[in-house]
């Protein structure tokens, strides 16, 4: 009866989660507000990587990147209508990759959970840094802080994986490493907007409720 119970727990934080956006719009479902979480199945992991690269702000996100590397002549695709489609793939295929095998396939495999922990206290400096630790730092299934293999993993796979689709004048170590980086960075980004933004909004709008 308590495995059920903390399932169906688990199960009811990730609906929350999926609903979280910041400033309204930007989806942020693998950010937690609460210290002590019930760990998540395997299942529900994968169901909140899923949400995350199938929700229409991730399309429009992709699109305008891919706008941005056909107007600066990123990676050696071509210049037209169809070059911009090719950009959007390989911009896609990246933000898939990496959300699906860092945060639902590995965090699986090696029982990690997969989403940021808010800090909410601290100094300002405290708290970026807690942000910056995060592709490094993550809470096991077990509740113990470990290296995070799985996010470090997701990286370099889906670098690893670009180099299949990206020209062959692009590919290599660097695509690799260069993919690698833009994903954390994206990882650390949507940090910050949860440690900074979402909570405050969050309780103003409780504060409201009250």
């Known amino acids: 009866h308590a495995v059920v119970s903390s399932q169906e727990i688990a199960t009811e934080q990730v609906s929350v989660e999926e609903h979280q956006r910041v400033l309204g719009f930007i989806p942020n479902f693998f950010a937690v507000f609460d210290s002590k979480p019930v760990p998540l199945t395997p299942k529900l992991k994968f169901k909140l990587a899923f949400r995350t690269v199938t929700d229409p702000v991730t399309f429009l996100g992709t699109g305008f990147l891919a706008g941005t590397d056909q107007a600066t002549d990123k990676s050696h695709y071509q210049e037209s209508t169809k070059g911009y489609f090719q950009r959007f793939g390989a911009r896609y295929g990246n933000t ?115």
């Not at 630790?133 to 799985?150: A, C, E, L, V």
């Open 96 to 210: 898939f990759t990496n959300n699906m095998i860092g945060g639902a396939v590995l965090p699986s495999i090696l029982h990690q959970d997969p989403r940021y922990y808010y800090q909410g206290t601290g100094t300002t400096k405290s708290r970026i840094l807690h942000v910056v630790s995060y592709p490094f730092i993550s809470r096991g299934d077990n509740g113990q802080r470990q290296p995070n293999y799985s996010s470090l993993g997701g990286y370099l796979v889906s670098g690893a994986i670009a180099n299949a689709y990206y020209p062959a004048s692009n590919r290599g170590p660097k695509l690799l490493f260069s993919t690698a980086l833009v994903d954390m960075g994206g990882t650390m980004a949507n940090g910050l907007l949860a440690e900074f933004l979402m909570h405050a909004k969050k309780q103003r709008s409780q504060a409201g409720g009250n």
